[in-house]
């Protein structure tokens, strides 16, 4: 909906001008003429996903590997695992605030100006606004959260399992490049729900016997696992306890070495278990 509203006033004579398009246009040709296209497109894809980043986290545990390879030992919480980890909220579930009031519906309009034109007539100057008119929308009833929907990106590493054979030591790390988790917060409970999956590759895994022979190898495979936490607010922040069963299973390593492989050593990679650990979690934006 749209209307006008003229006004005079005696001035020198002018042109026509359009002040909001004139504006724009202006910008539009700066940043064609100055920015460089490939860097601007960039700069937008960056920015873009930067702006939908909500929340940051950083989190420490331990892990238990619970292997199905035999020649892994079995042990309790002796792996160490550490990351960081972006949020994207998805959707948010509400409803209405029990016994709260609803707001009374509204007829009010609100004017939004979008031009002007000024005409030079008889030795003065004739202004026409141009104004868009707009209904207000009534102010929304209180509502609940019920649940909250987030993708978290993670980048993290566990390291500290080892072999079952006295007589070879495992040095390796296993990294999360990256992994990718759904969560589903219950904000009365403040615990929340996740399942995560990913891309993970070893780091520097190597094998040495007790006569100073070395084998290394590499690994690279998708990760898959399931979690519960808890999280509560301190002076804005959130502290975050977990715990879950993450599976990290490597079909296949490739081990290189100048003497063939011993038996001690898996041929397939599994270093799976339950995990526990703690963080923190702030807010971007």
């Given amino acids: 909906m749209g209307c006008r509203e003229r006004r005079r006033r005696t001035v020198a004579p002018s042109s026509r001008f359009h002040p909001v398009a004139g504006t724009r246009a ?146 390796a790390s296993v990294r999360d490049l990256p992994a990718l988790s759904l969560y589903a917060n219950y904000a009365p409970w403040g615990n929340y729900f996740g399942l995560r999956t990913g891309f993970m590759k070893t780091e520097g895994l190597q094998v040495a016997d007790t006569r100073g022979e070395e084998w290394k190898g590499e690994g690279e495979a998708f990760l898959f696992g399931a979690l519960t936490g808890w999280a509560f607010g301190v002076e804005g922040l959130w502290l975050l306890l977990e715990t879950g069963y993450t599976v990290r299973r490597f079909p296949s390593v490739e081990w290189r070495g100048s003497l063939p492989l011993p038996s001690g050593i898996p041929r397939d990679l599994d270093v799976s278990g339950w995990f526990v650990s703690g963080g923190i979690q702030f807010p971007l934006r």
């Fill in 26 to 171: 202006v910008l539009a040709l700066l940043l064609l003429a100055w920015a460089p296209r490939p860097a601007a497109a960039q700069f937008g894809i960056v920015e873009g996903f930067a702006r939908n980043v909500s929340q940051m986290s950083f989190y420490f545990g331990r892990t238990a590997v619970r292997s199905s390879s035999p020649e892994v030992r079995q042990g309790g919480l002796d792996a160490t695992a550490f990351g960081v980890e972006l949020l994207f909220p998805v959707r948010t579930i509400t409803r209405p605030l029990a016994g709260a009031p609803r707001p009374a519906p509204t007829d009010s309009i609100r004017r939004i100006l979008k031009g002007m034109d000024v005409i030079l007539s008889d030795g003065s100057v004739d202004t026409i606004y141009h104004y868009d008119i707009e209904p207000v929308a009534p102010p929304s009833p209180p509502v609940r959260t019920l649940w909250a929907l987030e993708v978290g990106l993670g980048y993290g590493q566990i390291s500290g399992f080892d072999l079952a054979d006295p007589g070879l030591d495992m040095n």
